[in-house]
């Protein structure tokens, strides 16, 4: 089932995080979950500020990015304006951007592959940080826009909404 009417949703506006967390409560009622067992990941991917900062003043704390660049450029500001947020890389990591990536992010979810556990082991070794790692075995991070309410009748215990949220990208 898709969320209510995202298609309408005006981007930059609270108003598709509250249809979201309405659409998040019937799947998990319907699965018979409590709302507290599913993480709504706001994903941010290349909305600004501008954006971002009403989903924050509506309540939404918790975000999600594709990329450790596009992260490593505006998410600094927005963690020092509005304290408390926490902040999970979605995407891909390569070996090479654990380093930002451990420094950055709170949760981790593309850990797929040996080299990027091993540059992980050494950051989070480095820097005393402990980044949550999902590797898809206790939590189960999955779902879109178009199918969260079913990723939520599967099982996820952290679910990924964009464009529901913030309207279609450019």
């Not at 704390?61 to 505006?74: I, P, S, Y």
């Not at 951007?97 to 850990?111: T, Y």
């Not at 040996?114 to 992980?120: D, E, F, G, M, T």
Request: charged letters at 20%.
């Amino acid at each position: 089932m898709t969320p209510q009417n995202p298609a309408s949703v005006t981007p930059h506006s609270p108003n598709g995080l509250a249809s979201v967390e309405q659409e998040i409560a019937r799947a998990c009622q319907e699965a018979k979950r409590e709302r507290s067992s599913v993480t709504l990941i706001a994903v941010t991917k290349t909305f600004g500020a501008d954006a971002i900062s009403p989903v924050i003043e509506s309540g939404q704390r918790v975000f999600g990015e594709n990329r450790v660049q596009e992260a490593k450029a505006k998410w600094p500001a927005l963690m020092s304006a509005y304290p408390g947020l926490v902040l999970h890389l979605i995407g891909p990591l390569q070996s090479n951007k654990a380093k930002d990536a451990v420094a950055l992010f709170d949760a981790i979810h593309s850990v797929d592959r040996p080299s990027v556990c091993q540059a992980l082991a050494k950051e989070i070794e480095s820097r005393k940080k402990t980044p949550q790692l999902f590797v898809q075995l206790k939590n189960l991070s999955m779902g879109m826009s178009a199918d969260f309410a079913t990723a939520i009748q599967f099982g996820a215990t952290h679910i990924r909404v964009g464009s529901a949220i913030f309207g279609h990208r450019g």
